[in-house]
C-alpha cells in the first residue's frame, strides 16, 4: 500500500513539533531513522503499533492520520510531563545546541555513575554473603 505523502508531511511535523530528529523519534516506537524517513516521505505507512508509541510520546496521531488536530495529545506514561519536567525543558530550550549538548552530556554521566553505584551496592552485597559462608 502507497502511503499519502500528506500523511508522511503531518508525521514531520508532528515530529518537529516535539523537537525530536528522525533518530530519535523512530526509537520511540522501535523504529529505525530509514524507517521513519520512508514513513514521511510517503513510501510506507506506518502500522498501528508504530502509532500508539508516538502517540505515548505526545504525537497527535489524529492529525497525522486526518490533518484534524485533537488539541489533546499530550504524552503519556513515562513521557508523562510533570510541572517539574516542564521547567526543566523550558530551561533547556533557553539555550543554544552546543548548551544542550552539554547538558545532555552531564546528564549522561550522571546516569552512568548512578548505574555504577548500583553494581557496587550489588558487589557489596555478594561480596558481605560470600563472607558469611566462610
Avoid: C, H, W
Amino acid at each position: 500500500m502507497e502511503a499519502d505523502d500528506s500523511m508522511g508531511r503531518r508525521l514531520r511535523d508532528e515530529r518537529e513539533r516535539l523537537k525530536q530528529n528522525q533518530t530519535d523519534f523512530a526509537a520511540l516506537a522501535g523504529a529505525t531513522r530509514q524507517t521513519q524517513s520512508n514513513y514521511e516521505k510517503g513510501e510506507r505507512v506506518p502500522d498501528a503499533v508504530y502509532l500508539a508509541a508516538i502517540a505515548a510520546a505526545g504525537a497527535d496521531v489524529q492529525y497525522i492520520l486526518t490533518g484534524v488536530r485533537t488539541g489533546t495529545a499530550e504524552p503519556q506514561g513515562r513521557y508523562e510531563l510533570t510541572p517539574r519536567k516542564k521547567k526543566l525543558l523550558d530551561l533547556i530550550e533557553m539555550l543554544d545546541e552546543k548548551g544542550q549538548e552539554e547538558i545532555q552530556e552531564e546528564l549522561e554521566k550522571i546516569k552512568r555513575m548512578k548505574e555504577m553505584e548500583r553494581e557496587l551496592a550489588e558487589l557489596k552485597k555478594q561480596a558481605k554473603g560470600n563472607q558469611n559462608k566462610v
